[in-house]
């Protein structure tokens, strides 16, 4: 129902943009955000937007540096990573639910995509 993308090797300081795209309409009515997880290591939560756009949140690590967007239109959410570090390296996954603080609690989560690889080599 989530189909995440975009992930790859980049070097620190560079950049990558993931894409979440979803055939479920529904999903336009519902926040989105990634989580991630990087080996060894409890899944966090990276970013998250409302349904409608206006609200987003960010985890202090990625403040600054990265940023969520989305296409209602096309039920499509966005992450545009900049300055990259390596420990930002980690399985990054979409996900959607009705609430926006669900998604920054990172658990009970109602729907999951397929991960994304991202690299960042130092």
């Known amino acids: 129902q989530l189909q995440a993308s975009g992930g790859g090797l980049v070097q620190a300081g560079g950049s990558l943009r993931l894409s979440c795209a979803t055939s479920?309409?529904?999903?336009?009515?519902?926040?989105m955000g990634w989580l991630r997880q990087a080996p060894g290591k409890e899944r966090e939560f990276v970013a998250a937007i409302s349904w409608s756009g206006s609200d987003s949140l960010y985890a202090d690590s990625v403040k600054g540096r990265f940023t969520i967007s989305r296409d209602n239109a096309k039920i499509t959410m966005n992450l545009q990573m900049n300055s990259l570090k390596p420990e930002d390296t980690a399985v990054y996954y979409c996900a959607t639910d009705l609430n926006l603080s669900t998604l920054r609690r990172g658990y009970g989560i109602r729907y999951w995509g397929r991960g994304t690889q991202v690299t960042v080599s130092s």
């Open positions: 479920e309409r529904t999903f336009g009515n519902y926040a």
